[in-house]
């Protein structure tokens, strides 16, 4: 990966969704800036640099599902963006649900988009490539610490 290449984190606990996300953004050439965590102790530690992942280059944009285990969703969005040093990372809740008060509760923590995963195949693909095409392609991102 090139030094200038953004780093993503894939917060995900479900195989299937990993390797749909992971397909879907090696279709757009950006699948060795994906790093994948399945669950919300590890996605804490990965974002920080501790534990098994010292000196992990902190990720650009973090892609989050809510339903994980160790530490939820809403958990790890709270810490991140309640961490000063972490507060500017972007953070995409992707989740199946599409409760409104899952969506209110993940924007009062300060989560940059929510997006509910489709069910078919190609709205999830097309989700993922939204999101590629936002965060990646179109939107300036805080420089890095």
């Known amino acids: 990966m090139s030094e200038d290449a953004l780093s993503v984190l894939l917060v995900e606990d479900d195989p299937g969704d990993v390797m749909l996300v992971r397909d879907a953004f090696a279709e757009r050439g950006v699948v060795d800036s994906l790093a994948v965590v399945s669950d919300g102790v590890q996605a804490l530690e990965f974002v920080r640099g501790e534990g098994d992942y010292a000196g992990a280059r902190r990720p650009d944009l973090v ?24 507060a500017t990372v972007p953070v995409v809740v992707l989740t199946t649900s599409q409760a409104e008060e899952d969506i209110l509760r993940s924007y009062e923590l300060r989560a940059n988009a929510y997006v509910s995963k489709p069910v078919e195949l190609d709205r999830f693909v097309a989700a993922v490539h939204t999101i590629d095409d936002f965060f990646i392609d179109l939107a300036k991102l805080p420089p890095p610490p």
Not at 67 to 78: D, M, Y
């Open 63 to 86: 892609l989050l599902d809510l339903n994980l285990p160790r530490k939820n969703g809403w958990e790890v969005l709270a810490e991140i963006k309640g961490d000063a040093g972490l």
